[in-house]
């Protein structure tokens, strides 16, 4: 048992006698009322999105989950190639279970995996990625850090805001949960 609290994406939880991965969890809290997680939990059976809102000190079952870290080697067709970093096992995981995966890894990421009597029904990447820009606008001159941002493609091919005196080349850090700038990577 886990509190609503503590769901993150790629989780496993048990929601009504049915087995879902979150999809989203996000806490919302609206002035003096109580605060509330609104999550979007998809379905490990059919593979539908559900809505659900539970009180912040909701206890929400955990199944036995199997979780395992497997590093991203490349994608083969609709599957991604995973390995196995104990015994160098490799196995493909359905485009579905791995969710925005092409927009974040490149390869050689470690992603935990979650696996239940042998089938993998959930990927959980890693929370912040290093990612090169390949097309943005020039650095405007006398730019800062507080000023607008302007938007950047990856080498992945994801589209995110990023501050004005980011250019091309260069490599930065990107949050996988909200798919936000986050710093310059060091290096």
Known sequence: MIKAMDLRKGKVVSHENELYTVHTAQHVAKGNKRSYIQARLKSLKSGGLRDVRFSVDDRIETPFVDTKPYEYLYRDGTNFVL???????????????????????????????????????????????ELEVTDTPPAIKGATATSQSKDAVLETGLRIKVPPFIENGEVVRVDTRSGEYVERAKG
């Open 83 to 129: 390995m196995d970093q104990q015994t160098y096992d490799q196995i493909h995981v359905a485009a579905n279970v791995m969710s925005d995966a092409d927009q974040y890894l490149k390869g050689n990421e470690v992603v935990m995996v979650s696996i239940i009597e042998g089938q993998v029904v959930a990927a959980e990447l890693p929370t912040v990625v």
